[in-house]
Nanobody
Framework: QLQLVESGGGLVQSGGSLRLSCAAS????????IGWFRQAPGKEREGVSC???????YYADSVKGRFTISRDKAKNTVYLQMNSLKPEDTAVYYC?????????????????WGQGTQVTVSS
């Protein structure tokens, strides 16, 4: 069964850290890129980070230097380590897959999405 399940969200103080997980099933990361997106209330969904099927990583400017994307192919899971969190990082975080390459954060290019996990950063 094809699934993407996010976990690891929660409430953290400004400057704190969280690690999100995106557990994939029904397909292998050998052939798919995984992107992390976020959507804050009243705002459009934005791409945060992506890891290609080859393991190449990409970051939005807003998170570069603070977030790290990685994967464990044995567990078929992608992680997003988020450090130095800011209140403006508050959002629902989603992972999504697309074939092979990251290329961009156009949501329509990603064909399967998880249900999302809430991240709240308090000041």
């Amino acid at each position: 069964q094809l699934q993407l399940v996010e976990s690891g969200g929660g409430l953290v103080q400004s400057g704190g850290s969280l690690r999100l997980s995106c557990a994939a099933s029904g397909f292998t990361l050998d052939y798919y890129a995984i992107g992390w997106f976020r959507q804050a209330p009243g705002k459009e969904r934005e791409g945060v980070s992506c890891i290609s099927s080859a393991g190449t990583t990409y970051y939005a400017d807003s998170v570069k230097g603070r977030f790290t994307i990685s994967r464990d192919k044995a567990k078929n899971t992608v992680y997003l380590q988020m450090n130095s969190l800011k209140p403006e990082d508050t959002a629902v975080y989603y992972c999504a897959r697309r074939l092979y390459y990251c290329l961009d954060y156009v949501a329509q290019k990603y064909d399967y999405w998880g249900q999302g996990t809430q991240v709240t950063v308090s000041s």
